[in-house]
């Protein structure tokens, strides 16, 4: 497991910033207005929610009238909103920038060998504490696992396909089997850049979570390598798409949803040939904490051979 991360550090600048900024606020106006430095730390803190109920409340009703993806009607457009807000303070709050090695890899262990473990591989600007929940049930299981960070954070997503590589060397030799690949987001692309790298025959099972199988009009507003290629239809993912054999795209499971906030039009996260389990209402984070899609996915290695 790596002992430095510099999306961690990057987010504990952040999140230490925004509390230090909101203390200044609320020390500076209380005298006069104890009613306005509350709402102002509050707007100071909750700001992301600002942005996500631009993106699930304007931008994603926009653009899903041209996706073929079932409509989200209002109310699950702000429990979604309301949701996703309290999950983002605790992913880019706490669990990523301060719990990131709050659960080790494990490799070593009485129940490890012949049990096929999991490689989880996180999304655009995160790292392996986004993971949490899915570390702390695989840890309780005795299960094989790696959790791996993907750095540096804006680099292209094909210098990422070693360091997965990396992780699916180590579990097989670890329990004696082929892991099962999880990735969310970016992740998703990540894993399949490594795919490419594979002999012809290799079908590995991958579930990927909110990933933009055909990219996101949200991209075309980022300045990095990988954010890039994650654009609608990006020359990248022509070919990324061109690379895949139908026998692969059959080993995925891609999970979707109607309401996510950043993948759009939602039906991008879609993969041709691939399960495609569309799940109602969660938005991008909060889909790969909903429990059908953890105990799915988990439920996948009681029935892979031991």
């Avoid at 925004?18 to 430095?37: C, E, G, Q, V």
């Avoid at 009238?65 to 605790?90: C, F, H, N």
């Avoid at 329990?175 to 795919?195: I, K, Y």
């Avoid at 495609?276 to 953890?294: I, Y």
């Amino acid at each position: 497991m790596p002992t430095v991360s510099t999306t961690a550090r990057l987010l504990q600048g952040v999140v230490l910033a925004a509390l230090a900024t909101a203390a200044a606020w609320a020390i500076w106006t209380w005298p006069r207005s104890p009613f306005l430095a509350l709402l102002g730390a509050l707007f100071i803190l909750l700001g992301h929610s600002i942005f996500i109920a631009c993106e699930l409340l304007v931008l994603q009703p926009r653009i899903a009238d041209t996706d073929d993806a079932p409509p989200a009607a209002l109310r699950e457009r702000l429990r979604a909103w309301a949701v996703e807000s309290l999950i983002g303070l605790k992913v880019f709050g706490w669990w990523q920038p301060f719990r990131w090695r709050a659960v080790p890899d494990r490799l070593h262990g009485p129940r490890i060998r012949g049990r096929p473990g999991v490689v989880l591989v996180h999304g655009f600007g995160c790292n392996r504490g986004f993971w949490l929940p899915w570390l702390r049930r695989l840890d309780a299981d005795g299960r094989a696992f790696i959790a791996v960070n993907l750095e540096p954070t804006f680099e292209a997503i094909d210098a990422y396909a070693p360091i997965v590589e990396d992780a699916v060397r180590k579990l097989r030799h670890a329990t004696g089997h082929e892991p099962l690949l999880v990735g969310h987001s970016m992740g998703g692309l990540a894993l399949r850049a490594w795919l490419r790298t594979q002999p012809p025959g290799a079908t590995p099972s991958i579930v990927t979570i909110s990933t933009p199988h055909a990219g996101t009009w949200l991209a075309g507003f980022s300045r990095t390598a990988n954010g890039r290629q994650m654009r609608l239809n990006s020359d990248w993912l022509r070919q990324l798409h061109a690379d895949l054999r139908a026998e692969q795209a059959r080993a995925f499971t891609c999970w979707w949803s109607h309401c996510d906030n950043v993948v759009m039009p939602a039906s991008a996260a879609r993969l041709a040939g691939a399960d495609n389990r569309l799940v109602r209402g969660p938005a991008h984070v909060e889909l790969a904490f909903h429990d059908e899609v953890m105990a799915q996915t988990l439920a996948v290695l009681d029935t892979r051979p031991t």
